[in-house]
């Protein structure tokens, strides 16, 4: 298995070149593929489940983003079908509570990875077909129990809860088909099923928003708001009038196992309903609820009733710059324990060949999320915490079709002074990397 990983990385990694076959570049002021020559003689260039949407609405699952989002990534397409493939690896270094005030922090050289390809095409005048395929080699190259994140919480490691790390990602963190059928110009209908997929709950997951591509943590609030984007079993229906969508979905809770190689038992034990509104070209609006079943292995009597509100902005700035950013709220809520909250803000500047960008959470975490000793610390106690990352990231290269930028970010946390005795008072952490990512959205012919 670890050979066969090893082949995918280098797969993931000579795509980018592969796909770009006699590329032609948009310019960077492109933010719709409405207009572009071909688009109604050739390939559907539209929204995964729209003919009448553009690209750039396209989110993770079936969210949406604004239509002024920039995309990354490399078109190709033949007389039938459009594919898209985009990614983003990250060669770094992480170590978290820097001056070692705490005794929860950790080090690691790791390379936290995603791959995706997509591919559409039209069936007859007013059906759109539609696939994806999303891979991650985490588990080869950040182990088992994932990389250090202080206060990150959620799934698990050898039969003990994963605290203060991100957990990877599965090898298939994607894999669905999606059918929609215009009704007319303004509305549609259409059905996704996802073997791993993405159930209409919470925003864009963070690894798809434009405000946090630049940055290779997870947000500490990922349990709260996305962090159903892999679920082994998931269908989604859903209805589409101008640019208001309301959607459902039935999926499996459980949150994938330990083994990141294989393909979960499918249970459709949960629900979850999102309500979207694009109110302009530059804003993405969502309010959504799910009731997930027993989402946690190690705690399978837990149900929880999850609800999230966001909104994400993109605008162009000039020819060469964008500002994205993204706020959200999310609460779980289990029977037996109190709604803890989740907030989250952030934002990122990228221009021609630098980007910047920021980050601001606070998470009420349990003594439970945070594997505390309840005879101590209470078995109702949350405790408040708060994150803020800077970062910035320049392109060294750009060899076609791929980027590759040198970049570093510095997180502060502050949490209850009762946690001090772990943490240390106001941790610091330190991140250095190199990131190999497309460009900005290229196309090609077959």
């Known amino acids: 298995m670890r050979k066969i990983s090893l082949l995918l990385l280098g797969w993931m990694l000579a795509s980018f070149p592969v796909f770009a076959q006699h590329e032609h570049h948009m310019t960077d002021s492109d933010t719709s593929m409405q207009d572009m020559p071909g688009m109604h003689d050739g390939p559907p260039m539209s929204h995964a489940f729209s003919l009448q949407l553009p690209m750039n609405r396209n989110g993770s699952g079936t969210g949406w983003l604004p239509d002024a989002s920039p995309m990354y990534g490399y078109m190709v397409h033949n007389d039938k079908w459009m594919y898209m493939i985009h990614g983003n690896i990250f060669l770094r270094y992480t170590k978290q509570d820097l001056t070692n005030k705490g005794s929860r922090g950790g080090d690691q050289f790791d390379a936290p990875n ?10 007859g005048k007013n059906g759109l077909f539609h696939y994806e395929v999303m891979l991650s080699l985490d588990r080869i190259t ?14 698990s490691w050898q039969g003990k809860a994963l ?11 994607g894999l669905s088909v999606g059918y ?8 549609d209908v259409f059905i996704y099923v996802g073997y791993p997929g993405e159930p209409s709950i919470g925003s864009v997951a963070f690894m798809h928003r434009p405000s946090s591509l630049n940055g290779p943590d997870a947000p ?6 996305d962090g159903t984007h892999i679920t082994f079993g998931v269908v989604t229906i859903g209805y589409r009038y101008d640019n208001f969508k309301l959607e459902a979905s039935s999926f499996n809770g459980r949150e994938p196992n330990e083994n ?8 459709f034990d949960s629900w979850s309903g999102r309500f979207s509104y694009n109110p302009t070209a530059n804003w993405a609006l969502q309010v959504s609820h799910a009731y997930v079943k027993s989402p946690e292995a190690l705690h399978p009597g837990e149900n929880v009733h999850r609800t999230t509100a966001s909104a994400i902005t993109s605008y162009p700035l000039n020819k060469h710059s964008t500002f994205n950013a993204t706020a959200l709220w999310g609460l779980n809520k289990s029977e037996g324990h109190g ?6 803000a952030e934002a990122s500047i990228n221009c021609k060949r630098a980007a910047f960008y920021m980050r601001y959470e606070w998470v009420q975490k349990s003594v439970e999320e945070l594997d505390l000793d309840k005879g101590i610390y209470g078995e109702h106690t949350l405790f408040p915490v708060n994150e803020i990352v800077a970062g910035v990231s320049y ?7 791929v980027n590759v930028a040198v970049g570093g970010q510095f997180s502060m946390y502050h949490a209850d002074e009762r946690l001090n005795s772990l943490y240390g008072k106001s941790p610091l952490a330190l991140e250095v990397f190199l990131r190999i990512y497309p460009a900005r959205m290229v196309m090609g012919g077959m």
Not at 220 to 225: D, L, Y
């Open 114 to 123: 995603w791959l995706m390809l997509m591919a559409q095409r039209k069936v």
């Open 142 to 155: 950040e182990n088992g129990n994932g990389y250090p994140l202080l206060f990150q919480s959620g799934e």
């Open 163 to 173: 605290v203060d790390r991100q957990h990877p990602h599965d090898l298939f963190s």
């Open 180 to 187: 929609t059928q215009a009704l007319s110009k303004r509305s």
């Open 220 to 225: 500490i609030t990922h349990h709260w708001n």
């Open 260 to 267: 990141r190689y294989s393909f979960d038992k499918p249970r």
């Open 339 to 344: 709604g803890e909250n989740a907030v989250l």
């Open 395 to 401: 392109d060294l290269l750009h060899v076609k079709p």
